[in-house]
């Protein structure tokens, strides 16, 4: 596959944004969306990364660095099945919901009660 140029501007006035992917050397085609236009691509994007890794294993996350997200607006409800439903609105890709098998609810819950034990520490934002 050939290599490409991959260029995203937001507009001064955070309205559009405009993405610009074409051919390392030569012309392109820039496309400008609207928020609503740019969520529905991000989860059109995260639909076909999700159809690439099928069949791949899962690598651990322990001791990786993640995007981390502070303070997100949450919800959590039972969910249909035997778990909990966990959702946020992370501010890169939008909604994004969780449903966590009984046995990783349990786990949870263990690992942030054990959390709540140790004294209050320091403000700092996570990573």
Do not use: C
Request: hydrophobic share 40%; charged share 20%; proline share 8%.
């Amino acid at each position: 596959m050939a290599e490409a140029r991959v260029g995203i501007k937001v507009a001064d006035d955070q309205q559009t944004v405009t993405i610009d992917i074409g051919p390392i050397e030569g012309p392109s085609a820039p496309v400008a969306l609207d928020l609503e236009q740019l969520t529905k691509l991000i989860k059109l994007l995260g639909q076909a990364r999700s159809s690439m890794v099928v069949g791949t294993r899962k690598q651990s996350l322990d001791g990786q660095t993640v995007e981390t997200v502070f303070s997100p607006p949450w919800y959590i409800q039972l969910a249909q099945i035997e778990g909990s439903l966990l959702a946020f609105d992370h501010p890169s890709y939008g909604p994004i919901a969780y449903a966590i098998p009984r046995g990783d609810v349990a786990r949870i819950v263990e690992v942030l009660s054990a959390h709540l034990t140790l004294p209050e520490a320091s403000k700092a934002k996570p990573n």
